[in-house]
């Protein structure tokens, strides 16, 4: 008998990867020209060049021994000596290949952070629009996922919402920027401010509350928008990142974990996390592509391909009348559900994906990141599709937004 715990998990698998499948069935059914699928976070865009040809190099030219075998738990010295180099030269930072604990993308990373840090009950708190799996990933430690409500004007963080929540028993926070569902950047104001309120509350209570911060869209950023480098504002920040989406690398499985020499205990806390890598059963990131990402430190995601994307959704979907939040960063547009404003949000919402399929438009409900009443599109798609979904995201205005004005 399967345990109580996986129980919850079969009756709310996830919405998102439930939508990616039917939107291959309808793609078998239609043609894949006709369905505009945007469900999943899985890049369009090829990876580098560049990454293909040093795993080619890399097969060639080193020992198979060296380039299948184990390595150490946190990963190859030399790939993250290269990783702390190219960081401190991007951010000013002094971090050395010790503080990077190599990891099977951010999902494994994020893991590793909570299993180095959670005991049962500890709890954690996130930012509602969020990344559905942080639960998941809180309860496998038997954490408690604490949620703060948005601020709809801005997405940005809520501060006195967040201030509220923080209690003797938070021992993490977790953020993602750039934002997935809500594409928006959080500005150093903002960082500064959360910043505060966490010294704040370390003094308050006498122990430390970890910034986890968890980005893996860093690098996709338009509109000239930077990321503020989390670890030059706050001490015990552990930074999580992946090349799943800069480097269009998600099967491959490959990030790390950044524990800087600020945080407390920091040596005690790296070895921690290297032993949670091993006995999650991952016991090292894929060697191959660690190899690989380690001689590509400063290889560019296309962002010109998102940036063209993200226009062209954002100025065509305004146009039609939907209200949107202007994507900052990652390869997300988050829209508001037309009816779902003085209603049930949720049950609005489900009507209204409901009706975008009858266009084969695949949107995923706010509600899979804890926040009725929108949409997330993710863009990362061919242009095409956008183009070509207009006209019938123009069919699904006509339904919703002509009905309510
Ligand atoms: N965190 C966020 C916010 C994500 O959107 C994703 C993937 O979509 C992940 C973590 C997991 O990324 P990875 O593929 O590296 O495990």
Redesign the pocket.
């Known amino acids: 008998m399967i345990s109580e715990k996986m129980r919850p998990f079969l009756a709310n698998n996830s919405a998102i990867r439930m939508m990616f499948e039917e939107g291959k069935k309808m793609a078998e059914l239609y043609g894949a020209d006709k369905v505009y699928d945007f469900s999943l976070?899985n890049p369009n865009v090829p990876a580098p060049q560049r990454v293909n040809q040093a795993m080619k190099d890399i097969l060639d030219e080193e020992d198979p021994l060296f380039v299948h075998g184990y390595m150490s738990n946190a990963g190859y010295p030399e790939v993250r000596e290269a990783i702390a180099e190219n960081l401190n030269q991007r951010f000013g930072t002094k971090f050395a290949g010790r503080n990077l604990i190599m990891t099977v993308?951010?999902?494994?990373g994020?893991n590793v952070a909570l299993k180095t840090l959670l005991d049962p009950g500890d709890e954690v708190i996130t930012f509602a629009p969020y990344?559905l799996?942080y639960r998941a990933y809180v309860t496998n430690y038997d954490g408690v996922l604490v949620t703060v409500e948005p601020d709809q004007e801005t997405f940005q963080i809520n501060r006195e919402a967040f201030r509220a929540k923080i209690t003797a028993k938070t021992k993490a926070v977790i953020i993602?920027n750039p934002n997935?569902p809500t594409g928006v950047v959080y500005s150093e104001e903002t960082i500064r401010a959360l910043a505060a309120i966490l010294e704040e509350k370390q003094k308050a209570y006498g122990h430390a509350i970890y910034l986890i911060s968890?980005e893996?869209?860093r690098e996709l950023v338009f509109d000239g928008a930077t990321v503020p480098f989390v670890t030059e504002y706050y001490d015990n920040t552990i930074v999580v990142y992946?090349y799943?989406?800069s480097l269009s690398l998600?099967g491959e499985?490959i990030?790390y974990v950044l524990i800087p020499d600020e945080v407390e205990e920091s040596a005690m806390t790296i070895d921690a996390a290297t032993i949670a890598n091993r006995i999650s059963g991952c016991v090292n990131a894929p060697s191959l592509v660690q190899l690989a990402v380690g001689r590509c430190v400063d290889c560019q995601a296309d962002l010109a391909f998102y940036d063209r994307n993200r226009k062209t959704l954002y100025e065509g979907l305004t146009e039609l009348g939907f209200t949107c939040v202007r994507p900052q960063g990652a390869f997300y547009l988050w829209m508001k559900v037309p009816t779902a404003d003085g209603t049930d949000a949720s049950a609005a919402e489900a009507v209204f994906v409901s009706a975008a399929k009858k266009y084969h438009i695949l949107i995923v409900p706010g509600s899979s990141f804890a926040c009725p009443g929108y949409v997330r599109l993710a863009y990362c798609v061919s242009y095409e599709t956008i183009v070509n979904s207009l006209p019938e995201f123009a069919k699904l205005s006509q339904e919703f937004i002509v009905k309510t004005c």
């Open positions: 976070g993308g951010a999902g494994s994020l990344f799996e993602n997935n968890d893996p869209y992946s799943s989406k998600p499985r990030g």
